[in-house]
């Protein structure tokens, strides 16, 4: 258990399809992140939430529409995917923004395939 | 723009030994400096940080040495075990809370192999 869950933990979907991942994290964090770790890339950073309040889109393409209704949920809907877009989604959190305090924990990621 | 360098992607280090990680950055306003251990098919997990008003952070057979000087970072774990095998991230970010340095920054891994 590593306090922040992410589901599902694989999920395969088609280019028309609507689907979404879920993260919740149980720390009492105030921030949560998406990040993609694509095979032999670093981490790259998507979105940023902090207070609910997104405060960073780090020029993600709109098929990838993030929600975060509360400190503890984040969502992100997948819609008209491209096959470039398989990837392994990993789901942060943390105390604050940066800095102390600033340690991600993750979640195991949802793994996508995009057929 | 690479800002957090590893440039190994891997290290192969016999059981007992110590394995040295290297990382470098090149942004000087980054002030504080971490290390996440990732195994397959799970999440990177926080290992060891360090502030940059330190040179040397320690925990358990885990030690991070930071030269901000030489704006290079390295993580030393001895003695290695087989369970240490993995792909360790090494990551920056600044104070600067809602300006783009209070995000992480990471590099590429390297990845680890610890052999008995």
């Known amino acids: 258990e590593t306090g922040v869950t992410q589901t599902p933990r694989h999920l395969v979907m088609g280019m028309t399809n609507k689907k979404s991942l879920k993260c919740e994290q149980h720390?009492?964090?105030?921030?949560m992140y998406w990040y993609k770790q694509s095979a032999k890339k670093p981490l790259e950073l998507m979105f940023v939430?902090?207070?609910?309040?997104?405060?960073e889109n780090n020029s993600v393409p709109s098929r990838f529409s993030p929600e975060c209704p509360n400190s503890s949920h984040l969502f992100l809907h997948l819609h008209t995917l491209q096959p470039e877009d398989s990837a392994l989604y990993l789901c942060?959190?943390?105390?604050?923004?940066?800095?102390?305090?600033?340690?991600?924990?993750f979640g195991e990621g949802s793994r996508l395939t995009v057929l | 723009d690479q800002q957090v360098k590893q440039n190994s992607p891997s290290l192969s280090v016999q059981e007992g030994r110590i394995s040295i990680l290297n990382c470098d950055y090149t942004?000087?306003?980054?002030?504080?400096f971490l290390w996440y251990k990732k195994y397959p098919a799970e999440g990177p997990t926080f290992l060891i940080s360090?502030?940059?008003?330190?040179d040397k952070n320690e925990d358990g057979r885990f030690t991070v040495f930071l030269n901000k000087s030489a704006k290079h970072l390295s993580l030393h774990i001895v003695p290695s075990q087989p369970g240490d095998s993995a792909v360790y991230f090494c990551?920056?970010?600044?104070?600067?809370?809602?300006?783009?340095?209070?995000?992480?920054?990471f590099g590429r891994g390297t990845q680890l192999t610890v052999w008995p």
């Open positions: 942060a959190s943390s105390y604050r923004q940066g800095g102390t305090g600033g340690e991600l924990f």
């Open positions: 942004n000087s306003m980054f002030d504080y």
């Open positions: 360090i502030s940059s008003i330190k």
């Open positions: 939430y902090n207070f609910k309040e997104q405060t």
């Open positions: 990551a920056a970010s600044g104070f600067s809370r809602g300006s783009t340095l209070g995000r992480l920054y």
């Open positions: 720390l009492g964090h105030n921030a």
